[in-house]
């Protein structure tokens, strides 16, 4: 089905911000997930977070979510929030 790279970014450090040498990132095989976590990240990329009410918290971290489709890179930025669990456990940090 495919890979999902998966950045953590802003906070209070502002994490993989221009300039910033915290970097937090990680990989996950989207066959790997739950069917609820698919269908959770299907929803993040077709905007589902404006319809739960998500809204950004000051220095909250936000999460880069991309994934490749028809050859073609496809990415979308939401709050930690609206992130499933399962994406945010496969993210670590590490110093440029």
Request: aromatic fraction near 6%.
């Given at each position: 089905?495919?890979?999902?790279?998966?950045?953590?970014?802003?906070?209070?450090?502002?994490?993989?911000l221009?300039?910033?040498?915290?970097?937090s990132e990680?990989?996950?095989?989207?066959?790997?997930?739950?069917?609820?976590?698919q269908?959770?990240?299907?929803?993040?990329?077709?905007?589902?977070?404006?319809?739960?009410?998500?809204?950004?918290?000051?220095?909250?971290?936000?999460?880069r979510?991309?994934r490749?489709?028809?050859?073609?890179?496809?990415?979308?930025?939401?709050?930690?929030?609206?992130?499933p669990?399962?994406?945010?456990?496969c993210?670590?940090?590490?110093?440029?």
């Amino acid at each position: 089905m495919g890979i999902l790279k998966i950045e953590r970014v802003g906070g209070l450090a502002g994490f993989g911000l221009a300039g910033s040498k915290l970097r937090s990132e990680g990989q996950q095989d989207l066959s790997a997930l739950s069917a609820a976590d698919q269908a959770s990240v299907e929803n993040l990329f077709k905007g589902a977070t404006d319809v739960h009410g998500y809204r950004p918290v000051a220095d909250g971290f936000r999460y880069r979510i991309t994934r490749t489709v028809d050859g073609k890179d496809q990415s979308v930025e939401v709050p930690e929030a609206a992130v499933p669990e399962a994406l945010r456990a496969c993210v670590t940090d590490r110093l440029d």
